[in-house]
């Protein structure tokens, strides 16, 4: 068996979290989502055959996927794939920084104001 997958982390930026205080001049950001991870393997299967002495059914073939994945999803963990897209959210969350900034309002994440953009520090 040969898998190729194409592996995808990203953050939902439509998911963000936050309050606009026209008073006080603020943007919250009360929450960020988790990272989606997406993996779309494509498995290619080489000499596989079913006989008395062999059975092989679709069982076999959704056990092998499942630990693929379980597998992929691993080495996800030890990779830089969630450092290279949390660098990205970074990148996103920098533009929210610089328009409140250039306009005279505070950018706030979990109640502490951001008076420096690297000051953010994200939980995940």
């Given at each position: 068996m040969v898998v190729n997958t194409d592996v995808f982390i990203a953050y939902d930026l439509s998911k963000i979290s936050f309050e606009i205080n026209q008073v006080s001049k603020k943007v919250r950001i009360s929450s960020?989502?988790?990272?989606?991870?997406?993996?779309?393997?494509?498995?290619?299967?080489?000499?596989v055959t079913s006989d008395y002495l062999n059975p092989f059914d679709a069982g076999d073939y959704n056990q092998i996927k499942r630990n693929v994945k379980a597998s992929l999803l691993k080495k996800?963990?030890?990779?830089?794939?969630?450092?290279?897209?949390?660098?990205?959210?970074?990148?996103?969350?920098?533009?929210?920084?610089?328009?409140?900034n250039s306009m005279g309002w505070v950018l706030v994440y979990?109640?502490?104001?951001?008076?420096?953009f690297s000051e953010l520090k994200l939980k995940q």
């Open positions: 960020i989502p988790e990272p989606e991870i997406k993996l779309n393997p494509d498995f290619e299967y080489y000499n996800i963990e030890t990779s830089t794939l969630k450092t290279n897209a949390k660098n990205r959210l970074l990148s996103e969350l920098q533009k929210f920084y610089i328009l409140t979990e109640d502490v104001p951001i008076g420096n």
